[in-house]
């Protein structure tokens, strides 16, 4: 069970994956977005070569818990995305994970150009994480 974790913005997407097992998350890439369709193949093509069998991606709600215009712009993406593939897609709370991420990466003295480049790919993996352990919480 592979799982891909995307953080999906509008200049990028993170993208990270579990390990084969479905207990950690990594993060493995930033996606400069170009076009939709573009982007897609990426996406697919990532979770081709690494023999993905699920796609979570975070979802940006308000922190009322309410829907904002970045909800819909990822919710729309996600849309397309079902439409061309047969993996299972779904979303995962993604309130303060970039958030967390930057407030690691600053604690960690990183610079601010390292931080930009990781950021995505990070928030990712830590999205990713959650999904996996609520799973495994599940049981």
Do not use: C
């Not at 579990?18 to 996406?43: F, N």
């Not at 690494?50 to 829907?67: K, Q, W």
């Not at 993604?94 to 950021?119: C, D, F, P, Y």
Request: no cysteine; aromatic share 4%.
């Amino acid at each position: 069970m592979r799982v891909m974790g995307l953080d999906i913005g509008k200049k990028t997407i993170g993208v990270a994956l579990s390990d084969p097992a479905g207990i950690t998350a990594q993060p493995v890439t930033t996606i400069k977005r170009t076009t939709l369709s573009k982007d897609m193949e990426e996406v697919l093509g990532l979770a081709a070569e690494h023999e993905v069998t699920s796609i979570v991606a975070g979802l940006p709600l308000n922190m009322d818990g309410s829907r904002s215009p970045q909800t819909e712009f990822v919710l729309k993406f996600l849309e397309k995305l079902k439409e061309r593939t047969d993996m299972p897609v779904k979303t995962w709370d993604e309130r303060l994970s970039t958030v967390a991420v930057e407030r690691l990466l600053i604690e960690g003295e990183m610079r601010r150009e390292k931080r930009k480049e990781v950021v995505d790919k990070l928030a990712a993996a830590y999205i990713l994480q959650g999904y996996l352990d609520s799973i495994r919480r599940a049981g």
